[in-house]
């Protein structure tokens, strides 16, 4: 439900990078999702099309990378037999409690811009 | 490099791309750590009391400060999407209340927080609630400069939120099943919704209670306390070490 909100502040996050690169015009965005992150990547796709609907920027893709998190032993490590959205209570190795790394990503990875002075050669 | 083809080519050979490592959320964990700075200076407990709509946070709270008046001051800044209704009902408990409106917004954010504490002008607060709106999935992205989060879960809703809404569970240091009396009425099990509370969190701490018939406010009262020291304790070292306190 908050995808909107996610993809207003991801929208000036970019418009901040390329401000300082010059300017320009966004051409693609790629964006680390976690599983832990509260954000559902199909609907920040669809919020993305919202806010960058009719401005500059309008043609700008988003890539969303999903990104599992793991459950840890301490022994045994990452539990490679986990799926994202199940979990185990106990290591299957040794049965000892495991403990929760990652998936609380929501950063902004990758951009690609059109620069501005590009643009103004093309006119 | 699949959407190549969707980018015209003439341009494709000007674009730049730059590898980045940005917290999309960076402006709101900005103003959250401002609202952390602030609240360490004044030693004031903040907690962030998260759960779906209806599993008792305006209850909780209701019933905290009828227990501790006169003991703690307490103050609520409380989210709700349209209404004044549970800023009221905290008032008429006696307690510094704030409404934010949200106007639709599913969450509270760093900002909102900001604004509110600006105007709630009252005694200084020991214990600060910041109720969020009831949602169990966007807050849980939310830092709002609080010292841990408080995931409600009442008995009414299953013993399988904790799994169903990983989130939320994984992020609060503390969840508290509300409406235990309901327990032998709805099919919950408490053992089971500790455990799977436990595996996004082995930290975690799991505070059953009722404000219904007050079984289990004593150990909640107690966890409040508990805190407030624990926080002002670091508060003093904190002053000890570095100086003067604020920069101010």
Not at chain 1, 106 to 111: F, G, R
Not at chain 2, 85 to 90: I, K, M, T, W, Y
Not at chain 2, 139 to 151: R, S
Request: proline share 5%.
């Amino acid at each position: 439900m908050h995808e909107l909100s996610v993809a207003e502040a991801l929208f000036a996050a970019c418009r901040d990078e390329l401000a300082a690169r010059g300017g320009g015009r966004i051409e693609r965005a790629r964006v680390a999702v976690g599983e832990l992150s509260g954000v559902e990547p199909q609907l920040l796709r669809f919020a993305w099309e919202a806010v960058v609907a009719d401005g500059p920027h309008a043609a700008a893709t988003l890539e969303v990378d999903f990104t599992p998190l793991d459950q840890v032993c301490s022994s045994c490590g990452p539990v490679a037999e986990r799926q994202p959205g199940s979990w185990l209570r106990t290591c299957p190795g040794c049965d000892a409690p495991l403990t929760l790394s990652g998936g609380g990503e929501l950063d902004l990875i990758e951009l690609e811009f059109e620069p501005a002075t590009a643009e103004v050669a093309h006119r | 490099m699949k959407r190549v083809n969707r980018v015209n080519r003439a341009n494709r050979a000007n674009t730049n791309r730059t590898e980045l490592r940005k917290k999309i959320l960076a402006a709101n964990d900005a103003a959250a750590a401002r609202l952390r700075q602030r609240f360490a200076e004044t030693g004031t407990l903040v907690i962030d009391l998260v759960s779906s709509p209806g599993a008792g946070k305006t209850s909780l709270l209701e019933a905290t400060v009828r227990r501790m008046a006169g003991e703690l001051e307490l103050g609520v800044i409380v989210g709700d999407v349209a209404t004044e209704l549970d800023a009221e009902r905290l008032r008429r408990a006696g307690c510094p209340a704030r409404q934010i409106v949200t106007g639709g917004a599913c969450h509270l954010d760093a900002r909102m927080v900001t604004d509110a504490l600006d105007a709630l002008d009252c005694v200084p607060i020991e214990v600060l609630f910041l109720e969020n709106v009831g949602n169990l999935v966007c807050p849980a992205a939310y830092d709002l400069g609080e010292d841990f989060k408080v995931a409600l879960l009442s008995v009414a809703e299953g013993d399988d939120k904790p799994f169903k809404y990983p989130a939320v569970f994984a992020k609060a240091g503390v969840t508290v099943v509300t409406k235990i009396d309901l327990l032998g009425h709805a099919p919950f099990d408490l053992a089971k919704a500790g455990e799977q509370v436990m595996t996004l969190n082995p930290g975690a701490r799991v505070v059953p209670l009722s404000v219904f018939d007050g079984w289990g406010m004593d150990a909640w009262c107690e966890l409040l306390r508990g805190e407030l020291r624990a926080k002002r304790a670091s508060r003093t070292r904190l002053a000890a070490s570095e100086e003067p306190l604020t920069n101010a």
